[in-house]
């Protein structure tokens, strides 16, 4: 890790041919970075706000100078692996449905998907980026190696990644994982990763989910076989409290109020007892535009009927909320959403990559084996 290693090789000869025993070792060790090294590299990077700060960092507690460039094709590299080795299965979840055994006794296991938004470079911002290298390459004024074939920009600022996510009661297990795709990406992420888990072997498998209509519809088309699908409860609330404000925004506590008794109707009562407090809300409204906001809300819960089942959940011991996977939407692409930052798809992808090793426990047990990885 600190340092440079010296290897004299001995060649034995014979007339057959020849043979170096040292080679297999070198062939590990002549990588521009070391094994240790890529791994502090990762570390240090997660938590930093650029790969310029990442490496000051190395540098000072390890003693090991690399560029802020070099970091930063190391961390991208790192996490392309991870992503291939996770695809071929070579990464093991390092635990199964089975092992996820709630306060009851009973194995259960939590599913929930969501997307993010991630910063991106545009096509635009990568011809402008490459006239500034340019401009300066020609102030230099020296003969430099020609630039790299220029990647194909995003035609947006930002991107959705979807992140899927499986867990425990207790969260002392967990499986994340993320991609750049679109939904059916998504989906297929989740029916490899239930298929890691060995998901169908819980006795209770849940699924805390917003109202996206893509996400139900990957479950259902991927056949998770989960014995429930429950709308996450802050997702409602939020619609409920923004019902609440704009049928009563001179007062806004009373709306708050209204919305507050509603969510404990849907909550301790279940889904007929809140359709009729709507319904009962609405036919005391005489603005046009009010009873609308209302309507918008009706068509959102009524969708969702099958959903919104909370008394139950509650009886049983579930969440109701996706409290969870909603963290690990903040915590992936943490490092990515600094200010200024700009990234390739797939090297955000890579980054997060190492993110979802660390939340899904796994980080140990893939440096530990990285070097078999390796050949």
């Given amino acids: 890790m600190n340092g440079r290693i010296e290897l004299r090789r001995r060649r034995w ?26 791994e502090l590299c990762c570390r240090l990077n997660g938590g930093a706000t650029s790969f310029d700060k990442a490496a000051a960092d190395l540098d000072r507690a390890a003693q090991v100078k690399l560029s802020g460039e070099l970091l930063r094709q190391v961390v991208e590299a790192e996490g392309k692996q991870v992503l291939a080795l996770t695809q071929e299965g070579e990464i093991d979840a390092g635990w199964r449905a089975r092992d996820a055994v709630s306060p009851g006794g009973r194995s259960r296991v939590y599913h929930g998907t969501d997307g993010v938004m991630i910063p991106a470079v ?3 911002e990568k011809r402008k980026r490459r006239q500034r290298v ?12 020609p630039l790299p074939s220029m990647k194909r920009g995003a035609d947006q600022a930002y991107k959705e990644f979807k992140i899927v996510t499986f867990y425990d009661q207790a969260l002392t297990h967990r499986l994340v994982s993320a991609t750049q795709g679109n939904h ?48 996450d409860f802050y997702h409602l609330s939020e619609h409920v409290h923004e019902v609440g404000r ?39 409204l005489r603005s046009r535009s009010k009873r609308w906001t209302v309507d918008q809300l009706m068509h959102y819960v009524a969708e969702r009927r099958d959903m919104i089942c909370y008394p139950e959940f509650l009886a049983h011991g579930w969440r109701i909320g996706s409290g969870p996977t909603e963290s690990m939407c903040k915590q992936l692409p943490h490092r990515l959403k600094g200010s200024g930052m700009r ?5 955000a992808e890579a980054v997060m990559a190492l993110e979802a090793l660390q939340q899904s426990h796994q980080w140990p047990q893939y440096w530990a084996t990285a070097a078999v990885f390796m050949n």
């Avoid at 041919?17 to 070198?26: E, F, I, Y």
């Avoid at 996206?212 to 991927?222: C, E, G, L, P, S």
């Fill in 13 to 38: 000869h014979h007339r057959e041919g020849s043979v170096t025993p040292m080679d297999p070792l070198v062939e590990l060790t002549e990588a521009t970075v070391s094994l240790g090294v890529r």
């Fill in 122 to 124: 545009t096509e635009q």
């Fill in 134 to 145: 340019r401009a300066k390459r020609q102030r230099r004024g020296r003969r430099c190696k």
């Fill in 184 to 231: 059916e990406a998504a989906g297929r992420l989740m029916r490899r990763d239930a298929n890691r888990l060995r998901l169908w072997e819980a006795q209770e498998r849940i699924g805390n989910v917003d109202g996206a209509v893509w996400i139900r519809n990957q479950i259902h088309k991927r056949r998770l076989g989960l014995t429930a699908l429950g709308l």
């Fill in 246 to 284: 704009a049928i009563d925004g001179d007062s806004p506590d009373s709306g708050d109020s209204w919305a507050g008794e509603l969510l404990h109707t849907v909550k301790h009562e279940g889904y007929d007892a809140f359709w009729e407090r709507l319904t009962d809300k609405r036919s005391h």
């Fill in 343 to 347: 990234w390739d798809r797939d090297n």
